[in-house]
């Protein structure tokens, strides 16, 4: 069965400052990945995935995520933070197997950005 | 329009109450998703319908009740809910369920029983 690591479950960053989340995940075969936002008692938006092909892949709202093999990671990154961007963010793995009907969230991280 | 739509987006209800969570979506997706979020927590799949039919149920208390009466359309059935019911209900959508597709979500209904 796949699963999803995010270690770290709160992060701070000044405005204007870079950003990387990380993301490890496991899981057999080629993974099928994502990185979701939520802000505060709201749906999640998807910001990104990487399906198959370049392993750097290009989001919506100035984000990145660069897909290593070797290293089963997913790592996001954004290179200048805006405070609207203080959300919870989630990695997801799907199972290739079962497509989206087997999508892992990984616990998430909490973004704060200080002015 | 690549929204889905889920109403009420608050509901309190008593643990003898029995009451609808509905989610609509006009993408022409086929497969449509019940999650449930606790506080602080990812959200965990609770079912699956692929092409209006039930396909993976997550071993969801039958307290809870989903229904697809047509391919834009899922309600998700409460009767006897516990407190501990109370979350975070997110309603998704994808094309179908083959590998790969993405998921859309909507805004969710948080759910309060007392």
């Known amino acids: 069965a796949q699963s999803v690591t995010q270690p770290d479950i709160h992060i701070t960053v000044s405005e204007g400052a870079s950003l990387e989340l990380r993301c490890n995940y496991s899981?057999?075969?080629?993974?099928?990945l994502f990185w979701y936002v939520q802000s505060p008692g709201q749906g999640l938006q998807l910001l990104l995935k990487?399906?198959?092909?370049?392993?750097l892949v290009q989001g919506i709202k100035g984000f990145e995520a660069e897909f290593k093999r070797s290293q089963s990671s997913f790592n996001l990154r954004k290179p200048s933070v805006h405070w609207s961007d203080a959300a919870e963010y989630f990695c997801?793995?799907?199972?290739?197997?079962?497509?989206?009907?087997?999508?892992?969230f990984g616990t998430g991280t909490r973004l704060t950005i200080i002015p | 329009d690549t929204e889905v739509t889920q109403t009420p987006k608050h509901l309190v209800m008593g643990m003898t109450n029995k009451k609808s969570l509905k989610c609509e979506q006009h993408?022409?997706?086929?497969?449509m998703y019940w999650y449930k979020q606790k506080a602080k927590k990812p959200p965990e799949l609770m079912f699956v319908?692929?092409?209006?039919?039930?396909?993976i149920n997550e071993s969801v208390p039958s307290r809870f009740s989903p229904e697809c009466p047509n391919s834009s359309l899922l309600n998700l059935h409460l009767h006897a809910l516990q407190p501990e019911d109370s979350a975070l209900y997110l309603c998704?959508?994808?094309?179908?369920?083959?590998?790969?597709?993405?998921?859309?979500f909507g805004q969710g209904t948080r759910l309060t029983v007392v």
């Open positions: 993408m022409g997706h086929r497969a």
């Open positions: 998704a959508s994808s094309l179908d369920t083959r590998s790969g597709t993405e998921a859309f």
């Open positions: 319908y692929s092409y209006e039919k039930l396909s």
């Open positions: 997801a793995v799907g199972a290739s197997n079962f497509g989206n009907e087997k999508l892992t």
């Open positions: 990487y399906f198959s092909g370049d392993t």
């Open positions: 899981y057999g075969a080629t993974p099928y």
